[in-house]
């Protein structure tokens, strides 16, 4: 698995994962819309963590810089 996330797309996926979260867990969004948005937020830790999305490697997209050697 080669990585094909940058930190600041790592960073922005953190950041709507933790808003998500607590729209959540102060109950502004409920239901199945809040259960949906929760399992996304996951998933986006969990690409953020491990700096590689699946999403990506379809649609050809790499945000991560390389080093020229």
């Given at each position: ?56 490697t ?12």
């Amino acid at each position: 698995m080669k990585k094909n996330m940058g930190s600041y797309d790592r960073i922005i996926r953190l950041l709507i994962a933790a808003v998500v979260a607590v729209l959540y867990f102060t109950n502004v969004i409920t239901g199945t819309l809040g259960i949906v948005l929760l399992i996304i937020a996951g998933v986006f830790v969990l690409t953020s963590l491990i700096s590689f999305c699946p999403l990506y490697t379809i649609l050809g997209i790499n945000t991560c810089k390389t080093k020229n050697s």
